[in-house]
């Protein structure tokens, strides 16, 4: 009886879990097939929209790739996966010419039929690493064809094509003609050779030191590929905080693996070097620059490094900042230690990319310092230096005013240093497209020579000129499955990469693009969620630190908010030295009663910035020490405002979580799930940002939280507590 009773039970208890599964698998709509989101953009499913996928399948039939390199090679290997997916059909690959429709790729110097059409003045205008896609007739045929000067040329046209593909374009009549506006696009991982990644929340660094340079992992390779899509074409491989081995024989082997794998892809590898090189891995005693010894050092090496990586790109150097090693142990200055490096490596075509990122506690204003070390400086750095430049004067945060740098070094080539690792961001946990923070950056006009001169004209050298420009994104790309982490910092690599290759291009487009290539081309995905990525990074500013707070974060980690902080060893670690909050009023002076850093800017923008009434909004607290009762543009006081953009920014987050629900049906789950439980994290850290600012402000403006907002229930102490307990989501901080 008793075993009868329990077979019945289990029995029950079985139909009720295959029931639930079922009904699980009933209410769940969506009937995509789980994605890893290993491929990121480069998705190749059959393509959504009837219509065009009726229109492809008409006019490609075969695929002719002339010419013969390992970058073609490529191509053919790309478009054969590619293709067949894609359009769901068998393609001819064997170059044969079809007369109902080929899709033909090759220089005029490779292809007979690319040149018999005669497109020299074309062909003249776009560079090296431009291409032209376009519709020609040939032999009465329609075809397309792809042409370019060079393999790289076809190679980013092939990615060009496909994404016209992949995002269901009408190619009925292509005439599109692109080439980048800057020289070096590049990444710079901040990889420590341990393989712990410096903000890096996606896992173990790429590179396996431990297996290189016997393995050369498949995934080398595609990271190559995901990044020659978006044009980046160069990479500095080890963080910035360098460690000195990087140069020892034994890790140059393992980067000629690397390097290898990049060259097809047209991706030059850089190193990070550490300035203390000469001794910690020469055996000299000084690292003096001037010194000939060190000097033969830095040249031997360079020697060393192109003798077995023969287009090895060169060094990139952060100097006398937060502790690392330069110059000034020996009295010299930044162009003095610049000039060493670049001699070593101009014989052999190479650049030194040289960080000013300098800060130090003897400055009265942070904000200050970047300008007043390297303004006096331009013109000394030699022709292939070239001095890469944070957006902002102070360190990545959710939002700042451009760096005034920018437009300021007529004789010094400038490039722009981006993060899309989301370090301030919420790591790989929130939803922060950062395109649009890049475009905001990149279209500050710096009036340098009047109006319209923006940020993007210096970098891309068309306002001084430049002789090398370029764009950095540092990343934290790791081994975790997807690359990023959260799926949605994939987007803010791909933004990178278009924006570096084209300036001019918006948030918007990219982020179009971005969905339709890695999630969808369903409109009803794309209006949502297309609207989420917009104001995913206005909503993280809003629960952080609105209108121009600066700066409020847990010391070391980044994540958790502190604005409590105080009595650090360094004043410019701390919270409140950004803040200056008091019971009176908040914000940083910068105008001529404080530090005057709005000096720094050229006159327009000063006197913008310089003025409390005509400062942006968003900008306020960068610049004015304001009173809590500062009237705003609403009507409403300082103090209020603020309040409502904490409160704005976590329904904002609520809002990301409703629209993000409404897409379930339109993609597959495993994404889907994974990036609503991190909206969920999101959510919950939006308002112990919120919290905790609110509670914090308010202690010391004993104001109180405006009517039709739902009060904290926990007090200060409570949040402050959280800086301690809570977990921090990120290496080294847990030990
Ligand atoms: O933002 C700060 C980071 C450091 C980083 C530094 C830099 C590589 O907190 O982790 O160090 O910037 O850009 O050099």
């Known amino acids: 009886m008793i075993k009868r009773k329990f077979i019945y039970l289990f029995a029950l208890s079985l139909f009720t879990v295959i029931n639930c599964k079922a009904a699980l698998v009933q209410t769940y709509q969506s009937d995509k097939p789980n994605e890893d989101g290993y491929e990121a953009w480069l998705r190749y499913q059959l393509v959504e929209d009837a219509e065009m996928l009726q229109q492809y399948r008409s006019m490609i039939n075969s695929v002719i790739v002339a010419g ?76 397309i064809i792809i042409a ?23 190619i009925s009549s292509l005439s599109i003609q692109s080439s980048p506006k800057v020289q070096y696009r590049m990444l710079n991982h901040w990889d420590n050779l341990s393989r712990l990644v410096e ?74 070097i550490n300035y203390q090189s000469p001794m910690r891995v020469g055996g000299l005693d000084t690292a003096d620059p001037l010194d000939p010894d060190v000097r033969q050092w830095w040249k031997d090496k360079a020697d060393q490094i192109y003798e077995m990586i023969p287009d090895f790109g060169g060094f990139l150097v952060k100097a006398d900042s937060e502790g690392q090693p330069g110059p000034f142990a020996y009295d010299r200055d ?54 890469q430049v944070k957006n902002g004067p102070i ?45 905001e950056a990149i279209d500050s006009d710096t009036y340098a020579k009047g109006k319209g001169s923006t940020v993007g004209d210096v970098v891309s050298g068309n306002v001084f000129d430049y002789e090398y420009t370029g764009m ?30 084209d300036y001019t291009l918006t948030a918007d487009e990219i982020a179009d693009e971005w969905m339709r290539m890695t ?15 917009m104001q995913s990074r206005e909503a993280g500013v809003n629960y952080r630190m609105p209108l121009g707070l600066t700066h409020l974060y847990a010391q070391g980690h980044h994540y958790g908010p502190a604005p409590w902080t105080a009595n650090l060893p360094r004043p410019d670690w701390t919270a409140v030295y950004y803040h200056k909050a008091d019971e009176n009023g908040i914000g940083f002076d910068r105008t001529e009663s404080g530090s005057n850093a709005v000096e720094q800017y050229h006159d327009e923008v000063e006197a913008m910035f310089r003025n409390v009434n005509t400062t942006p909004e968003d900008y306020l607290l960068w610049f004015h020490h304001v009173p809590w009762t500062h009237e705003m543009k609403s009507g409403k006081t300082l103090w209020e405002e603020l ?55 308010q202690s010391l403006s004993g104001l109180p939280i405006p009517d039709g907002l739902d009060k904290p229930v926990r007090d200060l102490e409570y949040y402050k507590s959280l800086e301690r307990t809570v977990y921090v989501p990120a290496p080294r901080y847990n030990d």
């Open 68 to 143: 013969d390199s390992p970058t073609i090679q490529a191509i053919s290997d790309e478009l054969s996966e590619a293709l067949p997916q894609l359009l769901s059909k068998q393609l001819l690959f064997d170059n044969s010419f079809t007369d109902s429709g080929n899709l033909i790729i090759g220089t005029s110097g490779t292809s007979a039929r690319i040149n018999a059409l005669g497109m020299s003045d074309e062909l003249s205008q776009i560079g090296d690493e431009g291409y032209i896609i376009k519709s020609a007739t040939i032999e009465g045929v329609e075809n």
């Open 148 to 170: 370019a000067n060079t393999d790289l040329g076809l190679l980013y046209g092939t990615f060009a094509f496909l994404r016209e593909l992949q995002t269901n374009a009408d």
């Open 199 to 272: 903000r890096g929340y996606a896992g173990l660094s790429l590179w396996e030191w431990g297996s290189l340079p016997e393995y050369n992992n498949p995934r080398y390779t595609d990271y190559a590929r995901l990044n020659a899509s978006i044009g980046i074409n160069a990479t500095a491989v080890n963080n910035v905080n360098a460690d000195p081995k990087i140069l020892t024989e034994q890790f140059l082997e393992k980067l000629v693996t690397l390097a290898d794998a990049f060259r097809p892809y047209g991706i030059k590898l850089f190193v990070s």
């Open 334 to 387: 930044h162009a003095v230690g610049a000039n060493v490096l670049a001699e070593a490596v101009e014989p052999h075509g190479g650049v030194v990319i040289w960080r000013a990122f300098v800060y130090s506690p003897e400055q009265e204003d942070r904000f200050r310092e970047a300008y007043d070390e390297f303004v006096p400086l331009d013109g000394k750095f030699n022709d292939n230096v070239i001095l």
């Open 395 to 439: 360190d990545f945060q959710p939002r700042e005013p451009f760096s005034p740098l920018f437009g300021a070094l007529p004789n010094t080539n400038t490039m722009l240093e981006l993060q899309i690792t989301q370090e301030y961001f919420g790591f790989d946990k929130h939803l922060a497209y950062q395109g649009t923070l890049f475009e």
């Open 472 to 501: 950095a994104g540092v990343v934290n790309l790791g081994n975790t499955q997807n690359w990023t982490g959260h799926p949605f910092v994939q987007s803010s690599w791909y933004a990178f990469g278009r924006l570096a290759w």
């Open 519 to 533: 999630f969808t081309n369903n409109e009803r995905f794309l209006d949502p969620i297309g609207e989420v990525m």
């Open 643 to 697: 309040i409502h953009k904490y409160y704005e920014g976590v329904e904002q987050v609520r809002w990301m979580q409703k629209k993000w629900e409404s897409v379930k049906p339109f993609i597959d789950e495993q994404r889907f799930e994974q990036v609503k439980a991190l909206l969920k994290i999101q959510e919950k850290d939006a308002v112990r940002w919120r919290n905790s600012c609110v509670l914090y402000f």
